[in-house]
């Protein structure tokens, strides 16, 4: 699975994390940046947040699937 969004947008620094991010890290990166983008708790315009919202989840999957392999 890429690492890179389909603009090309690196997963790792979507979430804030080097490369060699434990799944720790990738999971505590994903929860603080999740709460602060869900559309439910943030001030941003809602097609926005839920933009990042999106991303920031997708980041998150893509990232912890391919530690599994």
Known sequence: MSKYTPF???YYSLLGL???A???EIRRA????SKR???DTTDMPEALAK???QQINEAYATLVNS???
């Open 8 to 10: 090309g947008v690196n």
């Open 18 to 20: 080097h490369p060699q």
């Open 22 to 24: 434990s799944n720790q």
């Open 30 to 33: 994903y929860r603080e940046l």
């Open 37 to 39: 983008y869900h559309p």
């Open 51 to 53: 933009a990042k919202f």
């Open 67 to 69: 530690e599994k392999d």
